[in-house]
């Protein structure tokens, strides 16, 4: 309230506001619609009634100071020229207020602006999630294990949506609307908790109204739901990831990848001057009684799995598993556990042979175009992904033999029988065995990345698929060149090196 005094135009006494009574509507009315020139900008016609509205919010020559004020930037200047400073303002990490609110209200983006200013280690983690997005279309997705676990009480469930939007231009209201639609869950059965700034990353929650198992369930449904075509439709929704669980666990999987990044000898290379060993390794380590041989020619990006990793998997035997290059790259850029492996008849295959598991009816291959190129994998043409695997000897069923129609007489790999190369893992009834069921009877441990300056099918290691089943025909095997073109490499004797670096 304005309790100044000021002197009456008309006869020169001081009076306070508190001494005025108010005008009539009518006269009210009346002076508000009076036509009046703001002094600053020259602007004419205006409706007196809407002076405060232009000086706050469009007149271009008030002096205003930037958003990131808060955030110690100094900057004053014309509201003229406040886009230009915000584009290039250091402070500006947006402000506002962390609001809660139920959902029934219309939402609005501004209102739920965090003034957490994102932190370094989180920032990064988006960026490399949204190099997956980038590559194919579709946000990387990933559920925490606890949700998985009915003996962990779920204290918060959230789900953590990025979209490749800028904050300002995001239509929370419509966006969220959509999205519930896609997933046919209820606007109603999430609370939007925060948005935070960069791109936009929409924290939201399941209302506690929902106790634990509940929330669990929610969250499995909706994990469940996602389709590879909801992916796509998802990815035009400019989502780049979807995380669901508790955020706490999320802040453990980006906080390991930061250290992994810091700390690169937690990845290893497999080759002789590396990591090399010959037969079986002998360290003392449980492994199930299975020999581990040297994994030679593949580089690990080892994943974060529990925090007692030996205790709990004390034991367990190595095997491997061939993935598509989209798997891989999702677990490479996130850290994030891979969804799962369908069940084909009777059980899912994994082998002790990395080698046999590099065939391309497993391990997809796939060339890198330059854009790719340039960001990760440097000056490599063509990629695979493996992932590195433990299973509990008792939930091998059954070891087999290849299944590639391998001629006789071929080695696929110098460690390992033909006749034994192929395990059946015991799926317990499941269509997906999912690796972050910690009762999963088969976890993942490691992804095994192999980039090389020429086509894998001219490595030594390589050639026994030219004496097995081998096409170009991608949904068999994915070759990643035509098979015509490969035969001619070969005969020409073209090289192929494996790039570590
Ligand atoms: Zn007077
Ligand atoms: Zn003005
Ligand atoms: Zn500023
Ligand atoms: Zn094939």
């Known amino acids: 309230m304005i309790t100044n005094c000021a002197p009456c135009p008309r006869c020169g006494k001081l009076v306070s506001v508190n001494n005025l009574s108010s005008i009539s509507d009518t006269l009210n009315n009346m002076l508000r619609k009076l036509r009046i020139e703001c002094t600053l900008c020259g602007q004419t016609e205006l409706l007196r009634g809407n002076f405060d509205d232009h000086i706050n919010q469009e007149c271009p020559n008030v002096r205003v100071s930037c958003p990131a004020m808060n955030n110690k930037c100094p900057w004053i200047g014309q509201r003229n020229d406040l886009k230009n400073h915000i584009s290039t303002c250091v ?25 957490q200013p994102i932190s370094f280690e989180e920032k990064s983690y988006y960026e490399e999630c949204k190099e997956y997005y980038h590559i194919t279309g579709k946000p990387l997705i990933s559920i925490a294990e606890e949700v998985f676990d009915n003996n962990i009480e779920l204290k918060s469930s959230s789900l953590k949506i990025g979209i490749d939007e800028e904050c300002n231009q995001f239509d929370l209201q419509s966006f969220l609307t959509q999205f519930c639609n896609k997933l046919h869950i209820n606007i109603d059965d999430i609370v939007v908790k925060q948005i ?11 209302p506690d109204k929902l106790g634990s198992n509940d929330k669990q369930l929610r969250l499995k449904m909706i994990y469940q739901s996602i389709t590879d075509k909801l992916q796509e439709e998802f990815g035009k929704m400019k989502i780049f990831f979807l995380f669901m669980g508790p955020i706490k666990s999320l802040f453990k999987i980006q906080k390991y990848r930061t250290e992994i990044k810091l700390n690169p000898q937690y990845n290893r290379i497999y080759d002789r001057d590396y990591n090399y060993w010959e037969g079986p390794l002998h360290d003392g380590r449980d492994r199930g009684n299975k020999p581990y041989y040297c994994p030679i020619g593949w580089k690990r990006c080892s994943l974060y799995v529990t925090d007692k990793f030996y205790e709990k998997f004390k034991g367990w035997c190595i095997c491997y598993h061939g993935t598509k290059f989209s798997n891989g790259l999702s677990i490479l850029l996130s850290g994030l556990k891979p969804a799962g492996i369908k069940v084909y008849g009777d059980g899912i295959y994994a082998t002790p042979s990395v080698n046999y598991a590099s065939h391309p009816r497993y391990s997809e291959i796939m060339p890198i175009d330059s854009s790719h190129q340039k960001t990760f994998f440097k000056s490599g043409k063509y990629l695979q992904f493996i992932l590195e695997c433990r299973v509990h000897p008792n939930n091998i069923k059954q070891t087999d033999k290849e299944t590639l129609s391998v001629k006789d007489g071929t080695t696929i790999d110098s460690n390992i029988k033909n006749e034994d190369i192929e395990w059946v893992i015991d799926d317990r009834n499941k269509t997906i065995v999912d690796f972050n069921d910690p009762d999963s009877s088969i976890i993942c441990t490691g992804l095994l990345i192999r980039v090389t300056d020429n086509h894998p099918g001219l490595l030594p290691q390589s050639q026994w698929w030219f004496n097995s089943h081998l096409c170009d025909y991608k949904k068999c095997c994915a070759l990643g060149i035509d098979l015509d073109s490969l035969e001619g490499q070969r005969q020409h004797e073209n090289k192929c090196n494996i790039i570590y670096e």
């Open 91 to 115: 402070f500006h990490q947006p402000p506002l207020v962390v609001a809660e609110i139920a959902a029934a209200t219309k939402l609005s983006t501004k209102d739920l602006l965090s003034k």
């Open 196 to 206: 935070q700034v960069g791109s936009s990353i929409l924290e939201a929650e399941i």
